[in-house]
Structure formats: C-alpha cells, structure tokens
T-cell receptor, first 111, second 112 residues
Framework: DAGITQSPRHKVTETGTPVTLRCHQT?????MYWYRQDPGHGLRLIHY???????DKGEVSDGYSVSRSKTEDFLLTLESATSSQTSVYFC??????????FGPGTRLTVL | QKEVEQDPGPLSVPEGAIVSLNCTYS??????FMWYRQYSRKGPELLMY????GNKEDGRFTAQVDKSSKYISLFIRDSQPSDSATYLC????????????FGTGTRLTIIP
C-alpha cells in the first residue's frame, strides 16, 4: 500500500462548511497527488506537490487548495464545500519515474 | 470526446477464460501506459506499467501497447474469481507533465 493513509475515511458535511482531508505517507516520497473519482469521469487530478511547500494545479483545481508543510503530509482543503464536490478522494505518491500508488480513499458527501 | 476511451462493461466471463480489456486514446504524445485494478471501495492498485510500444508480461497478465493504432490492451489468462474488479487504464506524456489521464474503467466479473 506504499505506506499511504488517508483521514478521515468517510465524512458527511453541509454545503458551505470548510473541509480538510489529510494524506500521510511514511516512505519519504517527493511527489504526492490528490485525485477525485466520479462515475463517468474516472480519476481526475486536483493538485499535486513536488516537495515541501511546492504545489501545482491539476485539471480540476477550482474550489480546492492544498498545503504541504512536511514531506509526509499533504492536505486538501475545500474552503466552502459544495454538493458538486461530493466524491471519493484519493491521495497518491510517485515512486520512480511514473508509477503512482494510491491510498485507500476518503468518501466525502456534501449535503 | 475524451482523450482516453474505455468500455465500461460490465464484462462477465467464466473462470479460466482469457480476458481482454482495452483502451483507445487520441493524444499521440502519450508515452507511458499503466493498468490499475480497483476492488470495490478500495484504492486503485498498479498492475502493469509499460513505456512506448510493445508487450510486457507479468504472471497471468500481459499488457500490449500499439502506438500506431493508439490502442492498449490488458490480457488476463486463466482468470480467477479474485480478478473480479474494475480495471482502469492510465497514460501520460513525456513532457514533464505530472498529469495521468485515466479511462473510466471496465467492470469485470469472473463467474466461478
């Protein structure tokens, strides 16, 4: 499982509330990613990080921000959650040139 | 039109059969190709990774890439009920772009 944990694993929240999801890795990988997975869309990249305090946008970054203050932790924040952000969120790390390994996921429901 | 197309299935085959899963793509810049397996309510698990064209074999799994046709395949030999899962193809280009483009997945069931 590449030493990746995500928390919380499930969350139900209300529209307009802030939400922070955490990804934690134990193997000192430089690259970390946040994806969302939705039916009919597959996995889509939200943001990624290539080092402490180094982050960049993916293809669906609107409404999301990220932070990485330590190598092992990559946080995804929804500043004001909307129903369209109901999804399953996966964190991933990169090992080698291209191989990405995924965490167990966080199931988020925004009511 | 999506950059990567994958038949969602569902695909049901009897145990022991050879399974063929496929993706087509439109972006000729894609150079790296991956197959992931995802069990229900779990994270994707990397199965196979290939660079450019050709075949790669790992146990019962064979990945094929045909760049001239923009077509990739995953073959599963001697399929087992434990192979029942959703299979995702993914690919990326060679330009320092971190984005992996995924297919939507094919749901496979192996019938005992």
């Amino acid at each position: 499982d590449a030493g990746i944990t995500q928390s919380p694993r499930h969350k139900v929240t209300e529209t307009g509330t802030p939400v922070t999801l955490r990804c934690h890795q134990t193997e000192n990988h430089r690259y970390m990613y946040w994806y969302r997975q939705d039916p009919g869309h597959g996995l889509r990249l939200i943001h990624y990080s290539y080092g402490v305090k180094d982050t960049d946008k993916g293809e669906v970054s609107d409404g999301y921000s990220v932070s990485r203050s330590k190598t092992e932790d990559f946080l995804l924040t929804l500043e004001s959650a909307t129903s369209s952000q109901t999804s399953v969120y996966f964190c991933a790390i990169r090992q080698g040139e291209n191989e990405q390994f995924f965490g167990p996921g966080t199931r988020l429901t925004v009511l | 039109q999506k950059e990567v197309e994958q038949d969602p299935g569902p695909l049901s085959v009897p145990e022991g059969a050879i399974v063929s899963l496929n993706c087509t793509y439109s972006n000729s810049a894609f150079q790296y190709f991956m197959w992931y397996r995802q069990y229900s309510r779990k994270g994707p698990e990397l199965l196979m990774y290939t660079y450019s064209s050709g075949n790669k074999e790992d146990g019962r799994f064979t990945a094929q890439v045909d760049k001239s046709s923009k077509y990739i395949s995953l073959f599963i030999r001697d399929s087992q009920p434990s192979d029942s899962a959703t299979y995702l193809c993914a690919m990326r280009n060679n330009f320092g772009n971190e984005k992996l483009t995924f297919g939507t997945g094919t749901r496979l069931t192996i019938i005992p």
